[in-house]
């Protein structure tokens, strides 16, 4: 069987670029990104998922891909994977920064741990939350809609030199703005506590000073904190479901801003 060299170069164009976005929707998105997950898994996850997604795709445009117009395809499709992925990434986002808040009013903002997610010290109460958030997204089947966005993109967001563009990553970056009202909804019932608790500690001690505040009002703050933790989890759970379906529109919404 001979191939000619036209036909070579439709045949690396059609799952070489497909590919590229894959992997880097791979590389950036929860879960499949995470730092434990060993490189070649990913370029598993990413070469089965080509295999299954290119042949419903449409013609890819024939370009040399050893050309510039080859080379700027190639930079588009890893940009359009590493949106999408950052869009979902957006819900951990929230729950690290909502952690980080409750942490530091119990007084747990010097115990860390390393992010499963990052692969970075985060305080132990992030890094719960960054766990039930993924138990919630896997539970939600989050990935798998995550993974039928970038499908779905295939068509919407076809390969061709026009891709997410300057629009797009505006975008994302606007919508990027209700990680911080979302933060704010988890972390406002504990941190309301938290603060009636610290303030009660305030009064005591300009009303004993002899007592030493210290020795008693970290114990008591930390039970307290677990405890308003506890009573605010099914809340946040059902907050997570609204966090993850707004991620998943956020990637969605990125080809129709597109030029």
């Given at each position: 069987?001979?191939?000619?060299?036209?036909?070579?170069?439709?045949?690396?164009?059609?799952?070489?670029?497909?590919?590229?976005?894959?992997?880097?929707?791979?590389?950036?998105?929860?879960?499949?990104?995470?730092?434990?997950?060993?490189?070649?898994?990913?370029?598993?996850?990413?070469?089965?998922?080509?295999?299954?997604?290119?042949?419903?795709?449409?013609?890819?445009?024939?370009?040399?891909?050893?050309?510039?117009?080859?080379?700027?395809?190639?930079?588009?499709?890893?940009?359009?994977?590493?949106?999408?992925?950052?869009?979902?990434?957006?819900?951990?986002?929230?729950?690290?920064?909502?952690?980080?808040?409750?942490?530091?009013?119990?007084g747990?903002?010097?115990?860390?741990?390393?992010?499963?997610?990052?692969?970075?010290?985060?305080?132990?109460?992030?890094?719960?939350?960054?766990?039930?958030?993924?138990?919630?997204?896997?539970?939600?089947?989050?990935?798998?809609?995550?993974?039928?966005?970038?499908?779905?993109?295939?068509?919407?967001?076809?390969?061709?030199?026009?891709?997410?563009?300057?629009?797009?990553l505006?975008?994302?970056?606007?919508e990027?703005?209700?990680?911080?009202?979302?933060?704010?909804?988890?972390?406002?019932?504990?941190?309301?506590?938290?603060?009636c608790?610290?303030?009660?500690?305030?009064?005591?001690?300009?009303?004993?000073?002899?007592?030493?505040?210290?020795?008693?009002?970290?114990?008591?703050?930390?039970?307290?904190?677990?405890v308003?933790?506890?009573?605010?989890?099914?809340?946040?759970?059902?907050?997570?479901?609204?966090?993850?379906?707004?991620?998943?529109?956020?990637?969605?919404?990125?080809?129709?801003?597109?030029?």
């Amino acid at each position: 069987m001979h191939f000619s060299a036209v036909q070579l170069t439709d045949l690396v164009s059609a799952w070489m670029w497909p590919f590229f976005r894959i992997a880097a929707f791979m590389t950036a998105a929860p879960v499949f990104g995470n730092r434990p997950v060993p490189t070649r898994v990913r370029i598993g996850l990413a070469a089965a998922l080509t295999l299954v997604i290119v042949p419903n795709l449409p013609p890819t445009p024939s370009l040399d891909p050893l050309s510039l117009p080859a080379a700027l395809v190639s930079a588009q499709q890893v940009l359009i994977g590493i949106a999408f992925g950052f869009a979902v990434r957006l819900v951990f986002i929230v729950l690290e920064v909502a952690g980080q808040q409750i942490a530091q009013l119990m007084g747990l903002g010097f115990a860390a741990l390393v992010d499963p997610q990052n692969g970075i010290e985060v305080p132990v109460v992030s890094n719960f939350y960054i766990i039930l958030g993924t138990l919630v997204f896997l539970s939600l089947d989050g990935h798998l809609l995550a993974i039928q966005a970038l499908s779905q993109s295939f068509v919407s967001l076809p390969i061709s030199t026009d891709g997410i563009g300057a629009r797009g990553l505006w975008h994302i970056t606007g919508e990027a703005g209700w990680m911080f009202s979302a933060a704010v909804l988890i972390v406002l019932p504990g941190v309301a506590a938290l603060l009636c608790v610290n303030l009660a500690f305030g009064v005591m001690s300009r009303a004993a000073p002899q007592l030493n505040i210290f020795a008693v009002g970290f114990p008591i703050t930390l039970l307290f904190g677990f405890v308003v933790m506890l009573l605010t989890l099914p809340g946040m759970i059902s907050l997570l479901d609204g966090f993850i379906n707004r991620a998943l529109l956020v990637a969605r919404s990125l080809v129709e801003v597109a030029p």
